[in-house]
């Protein structure tokens, strides 16, 4: 059997409980995979309205003050209660537009991840496949929970 390489920012979905409200998934990330549990999926559809607002708008930068610190702007995403047992956080970077990192935390492990330049599309990508896929309306009302509002890609 041969195995294909996972694509940049790929999420797959080992296993989904809607019932339970749990789903399970790899998320591949460049040169590392993560396994987290989700209670639901709507941290996709999250993810990409927080990028929709956020990208290439100068205003959600941090502001530098006179004396050479920073005035910070709103700029995180938290998605911990999305997560079981693990605190996941999408933030836009300080100085740049159009970069963003994601930070994992469980117990005493700490990973944080840059997204930039074509690694965005690639992130919202297959964040929206996660919606396409695994997110069923079923009758007007979600398997997965959760409000879904509808984000265009940027």
Not at 12 to 39: N, R
Not at 86 to 105: E, F, L, N, P, W
């Amino acid at each position: 059997m041969t195995q294909q390489k996972a694509s940049i920012w790929d999420i797959t979905i080992t296993e989904d409980k809607p019932e339970l409200g749990l789903y399970e998934l790899q998320w591949h990330l460049p040169h590392l995979d993560v396994m987290l549990v989700a209670k639901d999926l709507s941290f996709a559809d999250e993810i990409i309205g927080f990028i929709a607002e956020t990208r290439n708008k100068p205003h959600y930068r941090d502001i530098p003050l006179d004396d050479g610190r920073y005035k910070s702007a709103h700029n995180e995403l938290t998605l911990d209660k999305r997560f079981l047992h693990t605190a996941v956080c999408i933030g836009k970077d300080i100085k740049y537009d159009s970069r963003y990192y994601m930070r994992i935390q469980s117990g005493h492990i700490w990973l944080r991840c840059d997204i930039w330049g074509d690694d965005v599309d690639q992130f919202l990508k297959t964040l929206q496949e996660v919606i396409d896929d695994y997110w069923i309306q079923d009758g007007g009302s979600q398997k997965s929970g959760g409000d879904r509002n509808a984000h265009a890609l940027v």
